[in-house]
């Protein structure tokens, strides 16, 4: 099965701060991985797809890079109403899916 | 607008099973693959399994953790999903969502329907 490792589990940010958050599968998924944003009470979002590809509607302010084992989700300037718990999702094989551990994002 | 609505949820002895059903709107169901994604309290996103579209040939996948106790099922001229948890144990106790996905992305989400199981 492969293993998705996210990073870090939580941080604190200010508004307007760049955030970072990144994935690393077990082995190679291509660009198989997608990013989702849950808020508290709610049901998670799609947000980034394909590693890189801005879901319809999501703020351009998030975006998603990286192939391979290696991804990278990042907020340019974070807002007050991205905290969330964000969550990375991998789907190489299609006879399984696996999420990352999450990330909480709070603002400081 | 898509629309997933999650029902059957519970309080349910170990042991003993329990249905759910995911009932969609807004999308040609028959169309997409259904995956059902868990979530205990205070924890992360674990998926459960999902289904393929009848173009697919409508076969299933799960995770190994629910693999022989859980079925997923479908019935596209009601445009309704199913998971049938059997032989039910304390750590299945979450939140249960229901997703449309394509190709393995998960593109809209129901609200979730919860699952105690105790005794």
């Known amino acids: 099965d492969i293993q998705m490792t996210q990073s870090p589990s939580s941080l604190s940010a200010s508004v307007g701060d760049r955030v970072t958050i990144t994935c690393q599968a077990s082995?190679?998924?291509?660009?198989?991985l997608n990013w989702y944003q849950q808020k508290p009470g709610k049901a998670p979002k799609l947000l980034i797809y394909?590693?890189?590809n801005l879901e319809t509607g999501v703020p351009s302010r998030f975006s998603g890079s990286g192939s391979g084992t290696d991804f990278t989700f990042t907020i340019s300037s974070l807002q007050p109403e991205d905290i969330a718990t964000y969550y990375c999702?991998?789907?190489?094989?299609?006879?399984?899916?696996?999420f990352g551990g999450g990330t909480k994002v709070e603002i400081k | 607008e898509v629309q997933l609505v999650e029902s059957g949820g519970g309080l349910v002895q170990p042991g003993r099973s329990l249905r759910l059903s995911c009932t969609a709107s807004?999308?040609?169901?028959?169309?997409?693959?259904m995956s059902w994604v868990r979530q205990a309290p205070g924890k992360g996103l674990e998926w459960v399994g999902f289904?393929?579209?009848?173009?697919?040939?409508?076969?299933?996948e799960y995770a190994a953790s629910v693999k022989g106790r859980f079925t997923i099922s479908r019935d596209d001229s009601k445009s309704i999903a199913y998971l049938q948890m059997n032989s039910l144990k304390t750590e299945d106790t979450a939140v249960y969502y229901c997703?449309?996905?394509?190709?393995?992305?998960?593109?809209?989400w129901g609200q979730g329907t919860l699952v105690t199981v105790s005794s």
């Open positions: 394909d590693a890189s």
């Open positions: 082995q190679d998924i291509s660009n198989y």
């Open positions: 289904i393929r579209s009848k173009a697919y040939g409508g076969t299933t």
């Open positions: 807004g999308f040609t169901f028959g169309d997409y693959a």
């Open positions: 999702q991998q789907y190489d094989n299609l006879r399984g899916l696996t």
């Open positions: 997703t449309r996905g394509s190709a393995g992305t998960l593109l809209n």
